[in-house]
């Protein structure tokens, strides 16, 4: 009964350890790692008791924390994000996501939906693009999960030590967070990583000079002698051995180099070493399926070898939809991304970023609605064509810097419910596949797009947003702005029946918070084992069902080392 005192003593030696990082002379470029090299340095074949797949927000903080103890090999297809001053400065959001060059961090896609969006391809993954908005998960979203609550918060704090700042709040930020509080988003709960019904600061991933930490940071807790960080080495099959009848057992991983040299990695002998894929809510299913576990007529029809035959890898695929107003500001306003938040109780959130002003033509104009990173709002997803988007971008440079000045408020929703699916569109993994997300076909999700609409509209007639608005918006910046701005202002006088659905529908943007694939209960079990396999996991955003919090990435850098803090305890207990 219960767990011996042995296991609690060695458990606390352990955490005794892990809480000291390795600090590897971290420095405004960022910790110099002695264990991060290029692939093509790396050997034709070698042995590792982990072979995390996906130097992402979860993989990087999962292969820090299975290093204590074990061998540890992590493979990342994309390059360092460190001394790349795209990644590292606040206001350079969006030039990785502008740049769709094969060198990018960021690899462009287009869900079938019609609707850009981008996945990482960098260490550190998404961390490395996102707005650093931090906040942890509802604790009745822990509950739901199953997750031990105290070993939660535990690993919550280790990220937050090395990750997570208070944001500098300045006018339009408190502008926001004073009008959502005189709305009656209440109470005001202050500046907190907690997610609770009403206003707050958030935290964030940006410290105060405007620096970005990344997950790739959370590698100063690894133990240099142990971990092995591979860059530019994308894997391509997971191998399995499947002997006289037993289940197929992962056992090894070949992955090729910037060169295109192909290199195998193998699992050293013992019986609890495994291979853990961490490639993201794109990435995980695609490499699932590229390794023979998936829907068995869709393999067939890509002529892979089915290893397992599961219908349910690449189900239950979800976006977050955004949508957003953009809020010409008589007076210049300051460059942030997301700081504050408003949780209401009917599950929309309310979220601001501002400073679209940058200068004539420059390429970080509106930000994080700005259509060179694709977030195209003016028209329906449906015809987001290339056309169209490099049309909005020659026109956007036009623009005068009075129709730039201001910020954006928007809304996504709790979830979200609609769901889609992946599906190879070649074997090729350096392409994407193919996904759909159904945005708000739900008419759950619509009606809390609506309701937040609502909401917005409430914050921008607040007498504590007052100063950043116009009494009455002058005649030929509105011609300008409906003419030549790629944003929507608030909708005003719509024939329709159904005016804010229709805006919801046709304005929906991604807030980059896709999730699912690989979801725990029907790919993976509940320890995040790969059902109906051995040797493998999947430990990333593809796991989820529902996105936590109001945004994802603290719980999944903390979800990263909660787990391998799970292995490393079940293999104290099985020793
Ligand atoms: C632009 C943007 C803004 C966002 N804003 C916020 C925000 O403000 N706050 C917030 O909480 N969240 C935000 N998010 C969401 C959050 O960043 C993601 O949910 C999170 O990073 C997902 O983590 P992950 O570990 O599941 O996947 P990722 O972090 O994407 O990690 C997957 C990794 O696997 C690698 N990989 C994939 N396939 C292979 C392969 N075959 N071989 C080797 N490596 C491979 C990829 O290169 C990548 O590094 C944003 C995301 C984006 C893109
Ligand atoms: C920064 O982004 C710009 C615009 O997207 C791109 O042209 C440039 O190459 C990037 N720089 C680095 C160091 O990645
Ligand atoms: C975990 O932290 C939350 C706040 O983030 C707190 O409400 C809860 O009581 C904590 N739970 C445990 C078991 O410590
Ligand atoms: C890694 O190696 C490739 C191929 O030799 C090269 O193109 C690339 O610049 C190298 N990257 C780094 C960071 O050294
Ligand atoms: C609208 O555009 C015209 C033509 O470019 C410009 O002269 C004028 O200043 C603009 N108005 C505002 C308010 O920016």
Redesign the pocket.
């Known amino acids: 009964m219960g767990v011996s005192w042995w296991r609690l003593v060695a458990v606390s030696a352990l955490a005794a350890i892990l809480f000291s990082p390795h600090l590897h002379c971290a420095s405004q470029e960022g910790p110099r790692y002695p264990f991060m090299r290029n692939a093509t340095t790396a050997p034709k074949v070698s042995y590792y008791d982990y072979i995390i797949i996906g130097g992402g927000t979860a993989g990087c903080p999962l292969a820090a924390t299975l290093s204590q103890n074990y061998r540890v090999l992590l493979l990342e297809r994309g390059g360092s994000p460190y001394s790349n001053p795209n990644i590292t400065n606040l206001a350079s959001f969006g030039l990785p996501l502008a740049d769709t060059s094969p060198a990018s961090p960021a690899q462009r896609f287009i869900s079938q939906d019609g609707v850009i969006n981008s996945r990482a391809r960098v260490l550190g993954g998404g961390s490395c693009l996102n707005a650093g908005f931090y906040t942890r998960a509802d604790p009745l979203y822990v509950r739901n999960a199953g997750w031990d609550e105290r070993v939660v918060n535990e690993s919550y704090e280790w990220v937050e030590r090395v990750v997570a700042f208070e944001p500098p709040m300045r006018q339009w930020q408190s502008a926001v967070r004073d009008g959502l509080v005189e709305i009656g988003v209440l109470p005001f709960n202050g500046f907190t990583y907690d997610h609770m019904e009403g206003t707050k600061v958030g935290g964030t991933i940006f410290d105060q000079q405007g620096h970005r930490h990344t997950a790739a940071d959370l590698l100063q807790y690894a133990d240099p002698t142990r971990i092995t960080v591979l860059l530019h080495a994308t894997v391509h099959r997971i191998f399995f051995r499947v002997q006289g009848g037993s289940r197929p057992v992962a056992h090894g991983v070949s992955f090729r180099d910037a060169s295109r040299v192909l290199h195998r990695a193998y699992l050293r002998d013992g019986p609890m070493n495994e291979i853990i894929v961490s490639a993201g809510a794109l990435g995980s299913p695609q490499l699932l399926m590229l390794s023979g576990i998936g829907p068995e007529a869709h393999l067939r029809a890509h002529n892979i070898g089915v290893v397992l035959d599961q219908p349910l890898v690449g189900q239950g695929m979800s976006d977050n939809p955004m949508n957003a107003i953009f809020v010409p500001s008589p007076i210049p306003v300051e460059v942030s991304l997301i700081q504050v938040v408003g949780i209401t109780h009917s599950g929309s959130y309310i979220e601001a970023a501002s400073g679209s002003s940058f200068g004539r033509g420059d390429p970080r104009n509106f930000g994080i609605f700005s259509p060179r990173i694709g977030q195209f709002s003016k028209v329906p997803p449906k015809e987001r064509t290339r056309e169209a988007l490099a049309r909005a971008i020659e026109l956007m440079d036009?623009?005068?810097?009075?129709?730039l000045r201001g910020g954006f408020i928007l809304e996504k929703i709790m979830g979200p419910i609609s769901s889609g699916h992946l599906e190879l569109r070649t074997r090729n993994i350096n392409d994407n596949p193919l996904v759909t997300f159904n945005y708000l076909q739900d008419p759950r999700d619509l009606e809390r797009c609506v309701e937040g609409m609502r909401m917005i509209e409430r914050v921008i007639e607040s007498k504590a947003f007052s100063p950043f608005t116009f009494q009455s918006i002058?005649e030929?910046?509105v011609?300008?702005m409906s003419s030549r701005c790629p944003v929507n202002l608030l909708p005003k006088h719509v024939n329709s029946e159904t005016p804010l659905e229709d805006f919801c529908r046709n304005t929906v943007m991604t807030i980059w918070h896709y999730h699912g694939g690989s979801q725990v209960g029907r790919v993976v079990d509940s320890d995040y084992k790969v059902i109906g396999v051995g040797s493998l996991r999947v430990i990333d955003g593809s796991t989820f069902h529902y996105s936590p919090g109001t945004n994802p990435q603290a719980t999944v850098m903390m979800l990263g080392r909660y787990m391998g803090l799970q292995i490393l305890t079940q293999r104290l207990a099985a020793m």
């Open positions: 036009s623009v005068e810097e009075a129709e002058p030929d910046l011609a300008n």
